[in-house]
């Protein structure tokens, strides 16, 4: 069909055609074969992320409960962790949105731009997440639009000033330009419709780089501000920085620009690498941003949670807090090796299935009794029971599984409530050593460590803060008391109690002392044969400091006995191997990986990696079916050190050749073609 054309009469002189075809005339196109689309299959497969384990016999229903266990366990977590970070930066929030928010368009063509420098240490995500809370503040005071300027994606200064364009007005200007050709290109000299064409239509195509579309659109929509976020500031180059600085400062006056770049080394580095009259157009201020510490969110997400499903053992949780402190890592890769641990946790473990609250006789499938009976804990349990003279529990544990069924589930219980307390008693401990200021004050993290080891009961720590407490006056024993109301170290209202009864009957201010304060405590020198010794003497006590030193004492009883109980050896329980995770070798070969080895092994037992069979002969030597690159590597380790390529290349014809090949031409052509 031929188009209808504007001003037919006059075609020869009509600068441009206009193309309106009739759509009610065209032609229907030809009917297509019905595709079946990927995602509806999608979403009617049931969509499992882990596959089944106990050898590919585990139920599906197993399996998506080890799924919704890891959702349950690892989401508390994460909400917490973000919490946290967020409360740390919650000021430097507040302080850098005050800042925009006081910036007015009202400069001149080349004055300042507002910017702020923002010192964020190693961490990359910090800065991140402070823009995105302060975008979502401010976006509830005043219209702004935040611009992410990554150095990966901004490579000169036309590619930053598209991506500023295009994320600053909402639409993507090359498509627009690309998918609407008559709005730019065409021309009539048809007035009708030129008249229908808006302002914007009628100047025509602007390049994509124009920073005068982002005018437009802050002078149509009001914005206020226009942020523009330097992600690793110190990887941009100080040329391309220098230009852009320069170019957004001419534009000043109709675009209200704000800079916050973030700055991972110091704000003196950063100036040193811009020049004096870039560094002029940057009106600076300088935030600074509180780091989480890494103890602080261990501690979080390891404190005592009546709700929590596991904990991580000792020999994990000393790799990860390592990893931090012997290398600069930030709170994202902290928080992505604790996922890691429960990934490995509940995607690997057949047996973390048995952490539900409510366990259902299906879930107990003949092989998952195999495994836990193939447990270390529960053969640990059924040597208990022998040793206890119960032969009858033991052989009904080993022969009926409704037996099994029911002490897994009791034992599971029991082995939460255990470690809660564990983790209530290394709370107490560390409060008492902060609160006591000993010498040999150690970590949060280092007693969970030490006590989820069952190394922390008959530790010289627990000593040292015992001694403390006894040594204590009256006043400083009513603070401690005020301190442990809130603890779960029973009876402490009672000794509270006790406490004033005591001090309503001392006369005068003076505070009572037991007997094993220093001060009751006295040296005393004799000479015997010309020799001087030196002893200790304790001076008479009051009663009343008798009766004291007697309260002391049950004091010291009490928080004795409440750390014996608590800090258990978690290694005793029946299935700690569900209740605690500790396997630190899938960690050390995704955290701290070693490229080198696996390279290595790869081209000197290619078998382990390609699965063939071709070269199950010859696991341990060289093979003409083993890849020519593994070939070549195994005779450069044979080799000494100076390598003779004729003989590399004999050698190796050798290796892949065939005896008695019929074609020794052909043999050798495809020996040829294998050797680089």
Known sequence: MAPELLNSDAVEYQGCYLWRPNIDDQERPAKRRKRTNAKDHLDSAPRISTVPLLRGKETQCSVHARLALFDVAWKCHEKLISHICNEATIDTVENVSDFICDHKLEGSVGSAIPSGLITVGPSSSIFANLVSSVSARLKLQRKVSVI?????????????????????????????????????????????????RTNREQRGRRPNYDLQILCDHVRIHGLESIILAFHDSEAFEAAFLTDLIDLISCWNDRIPFVCLFAVKTSIELFQEKLPQRTIRRLQGLEFDVAHTSV???????????????????????????????????????????????????????????????ALPSHTFQ???????????????????????????????????????????????????????????????????????????????????IKAIAGDLRDSTIIQDALLA??????????????????????????????????????DGAEPLRSEHDTRHESLRTTVVAHKVELSK??????????????????????????????????????????????????????????????????????????????????????SGTHPATSILYQLYLESGAIINVSDLRSAFYTIIGTEGAEDEDAEQEMAQYAFP
Not at 149 to 167: D, E, H
Not at 475 to 482: K, R
Not at 608 to 613: A, E, K, P
């Open 148 to 196: 992410n300027v990554i150095p990966s994606q901004t490579s000169n200064l036309k590619s930053a000033l598209k991506l500023i364009n295009s994320r600053g007005t909402g639409f993507d200007v090359d498509a627009e330009n690309d998918n609407q050709p008559e709005v730019y290109q065409v021309l009539s000299f048809d007035k009708r419709v030129v008249s229908t």
């Open 295 to 357: 103890n602080g969110l261990f501690r979080a997400v390891s404190s005592r949670d009546e709700t929590r499903l596991c904990w991580l053992g000792p020999g994990v949780s000393n790799l990860v807090l390592q990893a931090h402190e012997t290398s600069i890592q930030s709170t994202a890769s902290f928080t992505s090796s604790l996922k890691y641990a429960y990934m490995s946790h509940f995607f690997a473990n057949p047996l973390s299935v048995l952490l539900r609250d």
């Open 366 to 448: 003949e092989e998952l009794y195999d495994s836990i009976r193939n447990a270390d804990s529960f053969r640990h349990l059924i040597e208990e029971e022998l040793g206890r003279g119960n032969v009858e529990k033991a052989k009904n544990l080993l022969n009926r599984n409704d037996v099994l069924r029911e002490t897994v589930i009791r034992e599971i219980k029991r082995g939460k409530g255990a470690l809660n307390c564990l983790v209530a008693a290394v709370d107490l401990l560390s409060s008492l050593h902060s609160w006591l200021r000993i010498k040999t004050s150690v970590s949060w993290s280092n007693l969970y």
């Open 469 to 506: 407490v006894r040594k204590l006056p009256s006043d400083a024993m009513a603070d401690l008391l005020s301190l442990l109301v809130d603890s779960s170290l029973p009876s402490v209202s009672t000794h509270v109690d006790d406490l004033q009864q005591l001090e309503s009957e001392k």
């Open 537 to 622: 003497h304790k001076s008479s006590l009051s009663k009343l400091d008798l009766s004291y030193s007697r309260f002391v004492d049950r004091i010291n009883k009490a928080l004795q006995d409440y750390l014996h109980d608590n800090l258990i050896n978690p290694q005793e329980l029946f299935l700690h191997e569900v209740l605690i995770y500790d396997l630190k070798s899938p960690h050390r070969e995704v955290f701290a990986p070693k490229p080198r080895y696996a390279i290595e092994r790869a081209l000197s037992s290619p078998r382990d990696y390609l699965g063939c069979d071709c070269c199950k002969g010859a696991q341990h030597g060289l």
